[in-house]
């Protein structure tokens, strides 16, 4: 793989960003390296995490190499064990025709290893199992062709989907809405939206008429709402102080500690294995935290501690699915999509009342 299969990880912010929420989706995209310890690493190394000014990055372990640096005996950047080569192996050959529906038998047979070996292997350091792994592909597929233009009867056919009835039920999971709904990039919804100012800033709340579908922080009203026209691009979106006003209500009391729970409607759209981590995410009670190991073990994929902090950084409505609440397995405060400080208020404000609330 090189950089430019990985659009996302182009500028050195994105790459830092990516260090310091260990994710595992960045791994192959670029490599980083500490001076003061002179190692460099994949971005989800779960070594101590370096300080920012110490830090530089290379898109090959070979660059990496050439500037004096050597890799890591914790994450291995220059290697690939057996194992992660026999899963390797087997994404490739789904990736190869993503229409085609392999059956576990027949992708054991194509990479020469039991079925059970392999069903454990793949949920276990990919997240989810080959069959959930092959219905995202044909999602990826669904939405190149959407995007490109093709009617839905043929981006149906271009995904693998024996008929456009069997791919309606299948694609919301995976698109966030129905796929004539995704072809025109969101036109034909309505989102409406309104900020606030609460204790962690400015929070910006937007909802279709099916439920809200987005909740996020930052230091500017401004650049929340430029955020939103960039994830619903032909979407009408529609400033509704009023209508979202119940919504920004539950959060203020959420954020003093006179609410525990959220009653929002939800309108989200995830992987199953996204579902899953998240489902997790809503049953940890209010005032305690996990590990993200404790999650992944949680979920049925104990290998997968990657993942589960990838889905952790994907959810798009903040405290409503309580992300927050999950650290690192040695306690520490690490990976947050609205910045840590705001993660570690949030904690402690949770901690602060359901400790009062125990002693009264």
């Known amino acids: 793989m090189n950089a430019a299969e990985f659009p ?23 490599f980083f390296a ?58 490739k050959v789904l990736d190869a025709d993503p229409q085609q529906r392999m059956t576990l038998a027949q992708l054991s047979d194509a990479v020469h290893v039991s079925p059970f070996h392999l069903q454990r292997l793949f949920s276990r350091i990919v997240g989810i199992s080959p069959r959930q792994y092959q219905a995202a592909r044909r999602a990826g597929v669904l939405r190149d062709a959407l995007q490109r233009g093709r009617d839905v009867t043929r981006a149906a056919q271009d995904a693998g989907f024996g008929s456009p009835s069997r791919m309606y039920e299948a ?21 409406r939206y309104a900020t606030a100012a609460t204790p962690l800033g400015a929070v910006l709340v937007a909802a279709t008429d099916k439920g809200v579908c987005k909740i996020a922080f930052g230091d500017d009203p401004a650049a ?69 190991t404790d999650i992944a073990a949680s979920v049925g994929s104990p290998g997968a501690v990657r993942a589960v902090a990838s889905a952790c950084a994907s959810n798009p409505v903040a405290l409503a699915i309580p992300c927050h609440r999950v650290i690192g397995k040695d306690g520490a405060i690490a990976g947050y999509r609205w910045g840590l400080s705001r993660k570690e208020a949030l904690l402690d404000t949770e901690r602060a009342h359901s400790e009062a609330g125990k002693v009264a």
């Not at 190692?39 to 090959?60: K, M």
């Not at 890591?72 to 950047?77: A, I, L, M």
């Not at 955020?227 to 203020?252: G, T």
């Open 224 to 292: 929340l709402v430029d955020q939103l026209a960039v994830d619903f691009a032909l979407a009408e979106r529609m400033q509704d102080d009023a209508r979202m006003e119940p919504f920004i209500a539950q959060i203020r009391a959420y954020l003093h500690g006179t609410r525990e729970r959220f009653d929002l409607p939800l309108d989200i759209g995830a992987t199953a294995f996204q579902q899953r981590v998240w489902d997790a995410l809503c049953r940890i009670p209010y005032g305690e935290t996990r590990s993200y």
């Open 34 to 91: 500490v001076r003061t310890t002179g190692v460099f690493c994949r971005p989800s190394c779960a070594s101590r995490a370096p300080r920012r000014e110490n830090v530089s990055f290379f898109t090959t372990t070979d660059e990496a190499q050439a500037a004096g640096y050597r890799p890591c005996k914790r994450c291995q950047p220059t290697s690939l064990p057996r194992e992660l080569a026999i899963v390797e192996r087997a994404c």
């Open 171 to 191: 694609a919301p999971a995976e698109l966030g809405m129905t796929p004539s709904a995704y072809r025109r990039k969101g036109a034909g919804l309505t989102v």
């Open 8 to 30: 996302r990880y182009q500028t050195d912010e994105s790459r830092w960003q990516a260090v310091a929420e260990r994710d595992a989706q960045a791994d192959g995209a670029f």
